[in-house]
Structures are given as structure tokens and as C-alpha cells.
């Protein structure tokens, strides 16, 4: 996720919202975003993230699926919906 623009688009801290950046670095718990005023720590649980991918694409995202360690991520199971036709 480091490099990717992100934009906070609700978060239960009505002052996170509408901060916008690029992901400078990630904890467990909280992203590392540098804006214009500065690289602020936005927290993952109570954060509703809308991330730009790099090929213009947006995703808004529940930060609260996102909390565990980064190297951690990728061997994690995401629960898909899955629709009976």
C-alpha cells in the first residue's frame, strides 16, 4: 500500500476526515500519510479509506480489514460474498 494516494472518508475522529495523501508507511494499526500541511497517522479501525490505484481506479475500503501487520496481509484469506444463482 506504501505509494498509494489515499483520501479518509469517514472515520468515527471527525478531524481525519478529508485528509488526502500518499502512504508513506504502514504499521499494524495506523497508516503514515503525507499531505500538504505535513505526514499525518491516520488509524485503521473506525476509518472508512478510499484508495487512487495506479491505474486510476478508486476503492473504498473499511480500514478495519486492513489491521494486521503488512507482511502479514498477504498470506490472509479474505472473506468473499459469494451469490447463489
Known amino acids: ?15 481525519l476526515v478529508g485528509i488526502s495523501g500518499r502512504i508513506v508507511d504502514e504499521t499494524r494499526n495506523t497508516l ?4 500538504e500541511h505535513g ?21 473504498r475500503v473499511s480500514g478495519s480489514i486492513l489491521i494486521s501487520q503488512p ?5 490472509k484469506k479474505m472473506q468473499r460474498t459469494r451469490w447463489k444463482l
Open 1 to 15: 500500500m506504501i505509494g498509494l494516494s489515499v483520501f479518509v472518508a469517514g472515520s468515527t475522529n471527525m478531524d
Open 39 to 59: 505526514t499525518k497517522r491516520i488509524p485503521k479501525s473506525n476509518t472508512s479509506l478510499t484508495f487512487t490505484l495506479p491505474d486510476g481506479q478508486k476503492a
Open 32 to 35: 503514515l500519510v503525507e499531505t
Open 71 to 75: 507482511e502479514n496481509r498477504i498470506n
